[in-house]
């Protein structure tokens, strides 16, 4: 078993790029966020993580922590106010997208709940959390992999 690789990556990343966003609504908003970033595939219809994460962002306009009962109560009444499908709404789905937020960095776990990341600024964290903590790593893993591919597959060796 020594020397084989597990095929289960230790974290995944799906970065996307869209056009230049203008008026958007807060949903809107919040639903592109979550594209650019991962947390939800073009096309889902299980996009309940919009709506955490716009909850996530209501509550950092008012300098408030939410708990995870709190942000079930605001997507169960978000959805319902708009007429959206309350799948996705249980509290273990809604604690799973949490981490997965909160796994890219954009939240943290405070005492009284969850929160925007030191209450600073989305593009502040990207910059100082996300990008150095998150992405570079995976970047300097990939990198590592393609250097071992060199050393494997290089022309140089080959003429030995």
Same mark, same amino acid.
């Given at each position: 078993m020594k020397g084989q690789l597990k095929d289960r990556p230790l974290f995944e990343l799906n970065l996307r790029k869209y056009e230049k966003p203008s008026d958007l609504n807060e949903r809107e908003l919040s639903k592109r966020i979550?594209?650019? =970033?991962?947390?939800?595939?073009? %096309?889902? #219809?299980?996009?309940?993580?919009?709506?955490?994460?716009?909850?996530? =962002?209501?509550?950092?306009?008012? %300098?408030? #922590?939410?708990?995870?009962?709190d942000v079930e109560n605001f997507v169960f009444d978000y959805r319902n106010k708009h007429g959206l499908p309350l799948t996705g709404i249980t509290p273990s789905n809604i604690n799973r997208q949490l981490h997965r937020i909160r796994d890219l960095g954009l939240i943290e776990k405070v005492d009284d709940g969850f929160r925007i990341r030191e209450f600073l600024p989305l593009e502040q964290i990207f910059a100082e959390y996300f990008l150095p903590h998150v992405l570079d790593p995976l970047l300097e893993r990939i990198k590592l992999y393609l250097k071992e591919a060199d050393k494997h597959f290089s022309r140089e060796k080959q003429k030995i």
């Open positions: 979550c594209l650019s =970033l991962g947390l939800l595939q073009p %096309g889902d #219809s299980r996009d309940v993580v919009v709506d955490i994460f716009l909850a996530l =962002l209501n509550a950092y306009s008012e %300098g408030k #922590s939410l708990s995870s009962r």
